[in-house]
Nanobody, 128 residues
């Protein structure tokens, strides 16, 4: 079964850190651009960050720039999202997804479009 599995979420105090993982099961992430998205209660899903297939292009939403860092380890078939200085407004379910086209360097754009194959998500709650 082909699927993405997110993990690493939890409850953290404001100013804290978490590292989310996006692991592929049944297929390889190599060659795909990967995006992280989030959806807060009552809000639409929004793009948070993405990384292209080679790992040399990354993009971030303005709200997380300077606080979040995306990276990939193809040997471990995993993409990470390191989140620091977390704020209550970062509270959401975080999802990862693969781009619909493999082996293109332009799969990670600031508009976060073209992604599909979502995982089940991991809850991040930032609260004191």
């Amino acid at each position: 079964q082909l699927q993405l599995v997110e993990s690493g979420g939890g409850l953290v105090q404001p100013g804290g850190s978490l590292r989310l993982s996006c692991a592929a099961s049944g297929f390889t992430l190599d060659g795909y651009s990967i995006g992280w998205f989030r959806q807060a209660p009552g809000k639409e899903r929004e793009g948070v960050s993405c990384i292209n297939n080679r790992g040399d292009v990354t993009n971030y939403a303005d709200s997380v720039k300077g606080r979040f860092t995306i990276s990939r380890d193809n040997a471990k078939n995993t993409v990470y999202l390191q989140m620091t200085d977390l704020k209550p407004e970062d509270t959401a379910i975080y999802y990862c997804a693969t781009h619909r086209v493999r082996f293109i360097r332009t799969g990670c754009s600031p508009s976060f479009t073209g992604f599909r194959s979502w995982g089940q998500g991991t809850q991040v709650t930032v609260s004191s």
